[in-house]
């Protein structure tokens, strides 16, 4: 059974300037690529935002870089 990225919390870095944060609200299979809605939480007023749907490969997971943040302060 796959487990479903509802609810997950995502990052997207754009170019140099921009992270992008948000919550996965909706998945789907589409061209053998595994594709998921973000709806993205307060972006910067001049960052670009991403289209609709994106591919799940090109999304950070938040959990893993809080993870690898609190490793790197000790």
Same mark, same amino acid.
């Given at each position: 059974m796959k487990m479903s990225n509802i609810n997950r919390r995502v990052w997207?870095? !754009?170019g140099? &300037?921009?992270i992008l944060f948000g919550t @996965?609200? %909706?998945e789907k299979? %589409? &061209?053998?690529?595994?594709?998921?809605? @973000?709806k993205w939480s307060s972006p910067h007023?001049?960052?670009? *935002?991403e289209e609709?749907?994106?591919? !799940?490969? &090109? *999304?950070?997971d938040v959990k893993k870089l809080i993870v690898e943040f609190l490793n790197e302060s000790r």
């Amino acid at each position: 059974m796959k487990m479903s990225n509802i609810n997950r919390r995502v990052w997207k870095a !754009i170019g140099t &300037n921009y992270i992008l944060f948000g919550t @996965v609200v %909706e998945e789907k299979m %589409e &061209n053998d690529w595994h594709m998921v809605r @973000v709806k993205w939480s307060s972006p910067h007023s001049t960052a670009p *935002l991403e289209e609709e749907w994106q591919k !799940i490969q &090109n *999304l950070g997971d938040v959990k893993k870089l809080i993870v690898e943040f609190l490793n790197e302060s000790r």
